[in-house]
């Protein structure tokens, strides 16, 4: 019996030590900066903001704008799409787990990896799984 993945959404003072924790230095060096770049290439309309922070109960992590808004989402494999604040987080997360998780045997390489793997499988249970899926794969 496959149990449901659930989150909680990190406090303020918390996001620094968990990052930190999971991914080291590489977290405002590497990961944040990418999501943000693969943010804006995703969705015209994002141009920054407040994000925020979500731990999975599984051991994953990702992170979302923090809007109220549909995102219209145009992507280099042919999908077209309008996705919420949260699935284009989730899928922005996802393309920099992917794409950081190539490139060495260190062990941000390996959490990268890891963490792509948790988040697949909390966002094949997200309401937005098939819109998603379309922009990432």
Known sequence: MNKTITRHQLDINRRVSHTAALFGVHFPMQFEPYVYSVTSGLANEYHGGYWQFYTLSNGGFYMAPNADQMFRVSCGNGYEGDLSADALGIAACLY?????SFGGNDAFVETCA???HLLRDYMLEHAEARGILGAID
């Open 96 to 100: 920099a787990y992917s794409h950081l």
């Open 114 to 116: 890891e963490q792509y």
